[in-house]
């Protein structure tokens, strides 16, 4: 169980850019950050709008001169202070995150980034030698894979309980895009215009999340082939989809379903996992993260619910709330943000047997969910054809 106490020693001196006042994401990094005290937020280029910004960063109690209109600025200052910071996250439209990454570990400085994680993997790979050129660490926060239920499910499969694994059921579905983008917010603006989104908007924006969390359920599957079809139902937003179903055959002879659609109107179900074995399935959704579908074949279905002590250790292990008190989203962000404090502590004395150990969204778990859209763009751009995966 996490109690707050705190396992990283002094808090890590924290910088932002982006995550403004407007901005979607920017509340889940300070609340998934400032939980256990593990970051203190002393820095931040929050806005675009650089007055704003500054406004912004004073009321969440940042110093004025260490609110900066760029994040040039931010890096060239930060580093010159005794104090400066060590890590800063990325919270920024997709099209920015490479430079921005880049820049803050050319200059010493951890970094904490958005997904999808760049453009493509040759930035990854790049941007991964650097990394480790520099010692540092790149975070990733693919947000959902905190939830204690998640990593239930992860050693259920390891421990054999499902059986073998036989067909990952993935489904990221919503409705908010399903009109027109004539009044379009500057948020849906961005992700639907290839410059600034990448070679995708709803597989890069709501996929990488599927994708992800199935990698963490299911370490040793791999991804032989892959079909995407990709379509956008409204005109303006091509060759961007706002909806694709991806087919996926896996090593071991398993199959995959994903869909992800911004245009399932009406629906608020976001997302739902299921993964089925040859004995029993697991199924699990954001809708209810406390909940875990465990069903036996021949046997009546099994709600287990979070921190109960029938569940296994690694569940129990990040457990934040207890049995009874709902678990959500800020603390499955906390245990993301903790994961990766403990990274850059371990780096930072240079221990390689504790990071070999330890189980962190970084610069590999970023790297594959690029590679997945990478096969994804290359399937659906041949008419939706069956490719071999690269
Ligand atoms: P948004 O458009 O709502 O907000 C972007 C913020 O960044 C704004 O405050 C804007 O002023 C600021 N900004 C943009 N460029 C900047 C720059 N160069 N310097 C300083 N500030 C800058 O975008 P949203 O939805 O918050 O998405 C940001 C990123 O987070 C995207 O990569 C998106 O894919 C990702 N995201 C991840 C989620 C997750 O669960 N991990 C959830 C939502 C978004």
Redesign the pocket.
């Known amino acids: 169980m996490i109690n707050g106490e705190k396992t990283t020693g002094q808090a890590l001196r924290w910088g932002m850019?982006?995550?403004?006042?407007?901005?979607?994401?920017?509340y889940?990094h300070r609340t998934g950050a400032q939980r256990d005290g593990t970051y203190q937020l002393l820095a931040g280029?929050?806005?675009?709008?650089a007055e704003?910004?500054r406004d912004f960063g004073r009321n969440l109690g940042v110093a004025e001169e260490r609110c900066y209109a760029?994040?040039q600025e931010l890096i060239a200052s930060e580093s010159q202070r005794a104090d400066g910071v060590e890590v800063v996250s990325?919270?920024?439209?997709?099209f920015?995150?490479y430079e921005?990454t880049r820049a803050l570990l050319q200059a010493g400085i951890h970094v904490v980034c958005?997904?999808?994680l760049f453009f493509t993997v040759a930035e990854c790979v790049e941007i991964k030698k650097l990394a480790e050129e520099k010692g540092l660490i790149v975070g990733v926060?693919?947000?959902?894979t905190g939830h204690p239920l998640v990593h239930q499910m992860a050693a259920m499969v390891a421990k054999g309980m499902l059986g073998d694994i036989r067909l990952i059921d993935l489904q990221y579905t919503h409705g908010f895009n399903a009109g027109d983008d004539s009044d379009a917010?500057?948020?849906v603006k961005?992700?639907t215009n290839p410059k600034t989104s990448g070679p995708t908007f709803v597989l890069?924006?709501i996929g990488t999340?599927l994708y992800y969390l199935s990698e963490v359920v299911l370490p040793e599957l791999k991804i032989e082939k892959l079909l995407c079809d990709r379509k956008s139902f409204i005109a303006s937003r091509e060759p961007l989809e706002d909806h694709a179903t991806v087919l996926m055959h896996y090593h071991n002879g398993a199959r995959g379903r994903l869909w992800v659609t911004s245009v399932n109107a009406g629906n608020m179900g976001s997302q739902r996992y299921r993964f089925v074995g040859s004995k029993a399935s697991v199924e699990w959704s954001d809708a209810h993260p406390d909940q875990l579908s465990y069903e036996i074949q021949g046997e009546p279905i099994r709600i287990l619910h979070h921190g109960m002590p029938y569940l296994e250790a690694e569940s129990l292990a990040l457990d934040r709330m207890g049995a009874l008190h709902t678990e959500g989203l800020g603390d499955s962000w906390a245990n993301i943000y903790l994961w990766i404090a403990q990274a850059i502590r371990a780096q930072q004395r240079a221990d390689q047997v504790f990071l070999a150990g330890h189980h962190c969204p970084g610069i590999d778990a970023g790297t594959e969910g690029v590679r997945w859209l990478e096969n994804c763009v290359r399937s659906a751009d041949a008419d939706a054809s069956w490719v071999e995966y690269t």
């Open positions: 850019v982006g995550g403004g006042r407007t901005g979607q994401v920017g889940k280029a929050f806005d675009l709008d704003q910004g760029t994040y990325v919270a920024t439209p997709n920015s995150h921005i958005e997904k999808p926060t693919y947000g959902f917010s500057e948020a961005w992700r890069g924006d999340h």
